[in-house]
């Protein structure tokens, strides 16, 4: 019904940039929030940064001042600007959309919580 699609990671060095894409596809009518998050081997899921439809953003503390969140809301598409990269941001990056509307009459009609497959980011000299 809602897919999510990662692009962008890859092999970078330390102080590189890299710029991940999430592209949403289906029947929808808006998404208030969407969400970066990451997975470093064996670690827990972690929140990156979320932009809501109004362009409100929040970031983690690791990485502020170094990512930026963005997003085109005709395209149903989120960015993630990733400057000064260091080691400890290789991950998994997983795009998040937390609630999905699909009618513009009818707010009942959502659907929550869905994920992308991950992209992986590598940051190593």
């Known amino acids: 019904q809602v897919q999510l699609v990662e692009s962008g990671g890859g092999l970078v060095q330390p102080g590189g940039s890299l710029r991940l894409s999430c592209a949403a596809s289906g029947s929808i009518f808006s998404i208030p929030t969407l969400g970066w998050y990451r997975q470093a081997p064996g670690k827990q899921r972690d929140l990156v940064a979320t932009?809501?439809?109004?362009?409100?953003?929040h970031y983690a503390d690791s990485v502020k001042g170094r990512f930026t969140i963005s997003r085109d809301n005709a395209k149903n598409t989120v960015y993630l600007q990733m400057n000064n990269l260091e080691p400890e941001d290789t991950a998994v990056y997983y795009c998040n959309a937390d609630t999905v509307y699909f009618s513009d009459h009818d707010a009942s009609d959502y659907g929550k919580d869905y994920w992308g497959k991950g992209t992986l980011v590598t940051v190593s000299s």
């Open positions: 932009i809501t439809s109004g362009m409100i953003t």
